[in-house]
């Protein structure tokens, strides 16, 4: 019996550590709003800690990690520049919808493939705002359907525990695609793998 305590508690420690570091890592002062242009004065962030955490307590601690994986790789592109020196070029004009917005993609077509890379995401998504600065709030990966199934692979692509959507040519792309979005740098009160995010304007 106090095995079995010890086991419950340490495991309890464990899951709820990566929610703290995770949390953290959302509220830290590398912020959400930091400015395409380092030479413009960072604007108030937005502490996010509270809009997150309960959707955190819900998320397995292996795709907690993962996100904050991918927050480590995608910091940098915070500035477009860095983001269009590493391939990243515009692939739409700012998107929405009445359920909200996914803001403006910027696509690494040298990377739309059939390979599945849970921190290289082949979209960038970046909101404009009031400045005229693109912001970066989240990111898409796209996978090319026909090449993944070739592989073959025993079932559609996940990250962490979230399965992909499935978009069929011709929209939104010309090419049937496994998908997800993941808004890991604005707030999705809808969720943060849900496609259209609320908080995300194109005026």
């Known amino acids: 019996m106090k095995n079995y305590f010890q086991n419950s508690f340490g495991s309890l420690l464990l899951i709820f550590s990566v929610i703290f570091s995770f949390t953290s890592c959302i509220s830290d002062e590398s912020n959400l709003d930091l400015p395409s242009d380092p030479n413009v004065g960072v604007e108030q962030a937005v ?15 292996a795709t907690l ?15 477009i520049e860095v983001a ?40 960038l998504l970046y909101e404009m705002n009031k400045n005229g600065q693109m912001k970066l709030v989240g990111v898409e990966f796209i996978i090319v359907k026909e090449a993944w199934d070739i592989i073959p692979h025993t079932m559609i692509p996940y990250f962490g525990m979230q399965e992909f ?17 993941a808004w890991i740098w604005k707030n999705n009160p809808s969720g943060i793998f849900t496609k259209f995010n609320p908080n995300v304007m194109c005026n």
Do not use: W
């Open 165 to 181: 959507d499935v978009a069929f040519a011709p929209e939104p792309l010309p090419f049937d695609n496994y998908q997800l979005h």
């Open 84 to 123: 269009m020196a590493d391939g990243y070029a515009q692939g739409s004009p700012c998107v929405s919808s009445p359920d909200g917005g996914m803001g403006y993609h910027f696509v690494n077509f040298a990377i739309v493939d059939g390979i599945y890379d849970p921190s290289m995401p082949e979209a």
């Open 65 to 79: 990690k993962m996100l904050a994986d991918l927050r480590g790789a995608t910091a940098k592109y915070h500035d």
């Open 47 to 61: 502490d996010y800690t509270e809009a997150f955490s309960l959707e955190n307590l819900r998320m397995d601690p």
